[in-house]
């Protein structure tokens, strides 16, 4: 099975967010289905560059390393939107054409943020 550029960094992020401890590479490692797991040194290989990049936090545990997402899946979401607005000529159609794809409750999920705070 290949993945897209960058779709095995994004599955490991996943899985990461999905616990609410650090956790081993073998634990990341089972969490995979069966005909999607990667190699354990691929997995290795994945999480060193997260790591590099500043997106995966690795510490010391008592039977290894130990494996956390540095940031919720809420802020990389937020990070992404706010980097692509950042590389768009028409912030303006970029943002309308964004809100015209939300259903009626992220709308109003949106209105209520944007209301509490005084905009």
């Known amino acids: 099975m290949r993945r897209s550029h960058g779709g095995l ?3 490991v992020l996943r899985l990461l967010w999905s616990y609410d401890e ?6 990341l490692w089972d969490a995979f289905d069966d005909d999607e797991r990667p190699a354990r040194t691929t997995l290795l290989t994945v999480l060193s560059r997260l790591e590099a990049k500043g997106q ?3 510490v010391a ?4 390393a130990l494996f956390s997402a540095t940031r919720t899946d809420a802020a ?7 980097e692509t607005l950042d590389h768009v000529t028409d912030r303006q159609a970029a943002l309308t054409h964004f809100a015209g794809q939300l259903d009626g409750a992220d709308l109003d999920l949106l209105r209520r943020v944007l209301g509490d705070s005084g905009t």
């Open 9 to 11: 960094e994004a599955e």
């Open 22 to 27: 650090p956790v081993t590479s073998r634990v």
């Open 56 to 58: 995966v936090q690795r």
């Open 76 to 82: 990389q979401a937020a990070d992404t939107m706010t």
């Open 61 to 64: 545990g008592p039977g290894g």
